[in-house]
């Protein structure tokens, strides 16, 4: 082929790709995982799809144990005189429903050190072992005040000689504010223990649910940096890196189950267990109506919602879902009654998507409002209830169950009912970047 024809249309095709996140960014959306982008795949199937929604990068913790990262012990992080810690973290509950654990090298009997922890009050915790078995404590005298969900820098600090123990908070680490006032323990060393560092969980409990940006721990107060994982740095999906301290420090993220830590967003859909994972390809995502699917951690997501989905019905099953909420048909596309109908959470009952063909399916879900379209053909209408979703989950039902054959290559969720125009809008941008129908 000509040269330059060949220019022109890859050139088209980056515009129209252009033109189609404008207009979908300008619509907010709450959780968007883009073709072929943010993925992480192994052997032809995929264990995480990003949220190109999301800017904000991160360690994302599901709160489960044997989730967190961790560094091994080294001369470095032994400190046993004045410390300095600090983290940046969005926590899901800032009082949550048990202790939860920001950074301890605290966790294995006659070997603990240091600890600073979030309590269910919201208070911080600070603790130091003197020998590696005992522990003493100071918590803050308010709580940390922060809104959950919302993004912070927590310090704390400890004086060995006086047991002087201080917390703060920042909304950009650098400009802090004191939590309460300055808190006096029994003074001393702290403990020259040999157990690893972890964040983000205890060695098997308090994990945290939410994401940690970043954690610096000096050696003196203002002193010097031993230790400074920059989570927010790390290639999405990343299993290790190194710390940008002197001590250059391996970090390793430690991962259990479906939903298992990782370098990413807070919204992306993710699938630990290998053979739960959908096949992957050249931008396209296979579940096989069997027992594959991914899912994201639950976040507040009430109607209306808009649910956008790329790909197509591979076979057609009665009951099967290609996607829901994380609570049960609240924003499920599933196939009702009929070849080749699908509807939204039952209704709205649509015969314009043909099996193995593919299509762009736009879904509202608003209670007796709710519509579904494919194609920028005509929508149908229907009450699909007024539950919220809490998340979103691709290729079954919540639960997981009724498990979709679906070739699924882009999603978006829009956190409100979008006009005619604007889904009209989307499909077009999106069929011209993708050349769907």
């Given at each position: 082929?000509?040269?330059?024809?060949?220019?022109?249309?890859?050139?088209?095709?980056?515009?129209?790709?252009?033109?189609?996140?404008?207009?979908?960014?300008?619509?907010?959306?709450?959780?968007?995982?883009?073709?072929?982008?943010?993925?992480?795949?192994?052997?032809?199937?995929?264990?995480?799809?990003?949220?190109?929604?999301?800017?904000?990068?991160?360690?994302?913790?599901?709160?489960?144990?044997?989730?967190?990262?961790?560094?091994?012990?080294?001369?470095?992080?032994?400190?046993?005189?004045?410390?300095?810690?600090?983290?940046?973290?969005?926590?899901?509950?800032?009082?949550?429903?048990?202790?939860?654990?920001?950074?301890?090298?605290?966790?294995t009997a006659g070997q603990k050190s240091f600890n600073l922890w979030i309590a269910t009050t919201g208070v911080l915790v600070f603790a130091y072992s003197p020998d590696g078995t005992a522990?003493?404590?100071?918590?803050?005298?308010?709580?940390?005040?922060?809104?959950?969900?919302?993004?912070?820098?927590?310090?704390?600090?400890?004086?060995?000689?006086?047991?002087?123990?201080?917390?703060?908070?920042?909304?950009?680490?650098?400009?802090?504010?004191?939590?309460?006032?300055?808190?006096?323990?029994?003074?001393?060393?702290?403990?020259?223990?040999?157990?690893?560092?972890?964040?983000?969980?205890?060695?098997?409990?308090?994990?945290?649910?939410?994401?940690?940006?970043?954690?610096?721990?000096?050696?003196?107060?203002?002193?010097?940096?031993?230790?400074?994982?920059?989570?927010?740095?790390?290639?999405?999906?990343?299993?290790?890196?190194?710390?940008?301290?002197?001590?250059?420090?391996?970090?390793?993220?430690?991962?259990?189950?479906?939903?298992?830590?990782?370098?990413?967003?807070?919204?992306?859909?993710?699938?630990?267990?290998?053979?739960?994972?959908?096949?992957?390809?050249?931008?396209?995502?296979?579940?096989?109506?069997?027992?594959?699917?991914?899912?994201?951690?639950?976040?507040?997501?009430?109607?209306?919602?808009?649910?956008?989905?790329?790909?197509?019905?591979?076979?057609?099953?009665?009951?099967?879902?290609?996607?829901?909420?994380?609570?049960?048909?609240?924003?499920?596309?599933?196939?009702?009654?009929?070849?080749?109908?699908?509807?939204?959470?039952?209704?709205?009952?649509?015969?314009?998507?043909?099996?193995?063909?593919?299509?762009?399916?736009?879904?509202?879900?608003?209670?007796?409002?709710?519509?579904?379209?494919?194609?920028?053909?005509?929508?149908?209408?229907?009450?699909?209830?007024?539950?919220?979703?809490?998340?979103?989950?691709?290729?079954?039902?919540?639960?997981?169950?009724?498990?979709?054959?679906?070739?699924?290559?882009?999603?978006?969720?829009?956190?409100s009912a979008l006009s005619d125009a604007n889904q009209s809008a989307v499909i077009t941008t999106l069929n011209n970047a993708l050349t769907v129908f």
């Open positions: 082929m000509n040269p330059r024809v060949l220019y022109r249309a890859a050139t088209y095709a980056a515009d129209a790709r252009s033109t189609a996140d404008s207009v979908i960014s300008a619509l907010t959306p709450a959780a968007w995982y883009r073709n072929a982008t943010d993925v992480v795949s192994s052997g032809g199937f995929a264990s995480i799809w990003a949220d190109y929604a999301d800017s904000n990068k991160g360690l994302v913790l599901p709160g489960v144990a044997g989730n967190y990262a961790s560094a091994p012990d080294s001369a470095a992080i032994s400190i046993t005189g004045d410390i300095e810690i600090q983290i940046k973290v969005r926590l899901s509950d800032y009082t949550p429903g048990s202790n939860t654990a920001l950074v301890t090298k605290h966790e522990t003493i404590s100071a918590s803050a005298s308010a709580a940390t005040g922060v809104t959950d969900g919302d993004i912070t820098w927590f310090k704390t600090t400890f004086v060995s000689a006086t047991g002087k123990v201080n917390f703060y908070k920042s909304t950009d680490g650098s400009a802090w504010s004191a939590i309460g006032v300055e808190q006096t323990i029994a003074s001393g060393s702290i403990f020259n223990g040999t157990d690893i560092l972890r964040i983000g969980s205890g060695a098997a409990n308090f994990p945290i649910n939410g994401t940690v940006y970043r954690t610096v721990i000096k050696s003196g107060i203002d002193g010097t940096t031993v230790f400074d994982a920059d989570f927010s740095a790390q290639a999405i999906g990343a299993g290790s890196f190194t710390e940008s301290s002197s001590n250059a420090a391996t970090v390793t993220i430690n991962t259990s189950g479906a939903l298992p830590a990782h370098i990413g967003k807070a919204r992306d859909l993710l699938q630990g267990t290998g053979t739960n994972q959908p096949a992957y390809s050249a931008g396209v995502f296979t579940f096989d109506g069997v027992d594959n699917y991914m899912t994201a951690l639950t976040w507040a997501q009430a109607q209306p919602i808009t649910l956008v989905l790329v790909g197509k019905q591979v076979t057609w099953t009665i009951t099967d879902r290609l996607c829901d909420g994380t609570t049960a048909d609240t924003a499920s596309i599933n196939q009702l009654t009929g070849t080749p109908t699908v509807g939204a959470n039952s209704a709205a009952s649509n015969t314009d998507w043909a099996v193995n063909t593919r299509g762009i399916v736009c879904a509202v879900f608003n209670g007796a409002s709710s519509s579904l379209r494919v194609n920028n053909n005509a929508k149908t209408t229907g009450n699909a209830g007024a539950v919220a979703s809490g998340g979103f989950i691709l290729g079954a039902r919540a639960g997981p169950g009724q498990y979709g054959n679906l070739a699924a290559e882009e999603v978006i969720m829009f956190p």
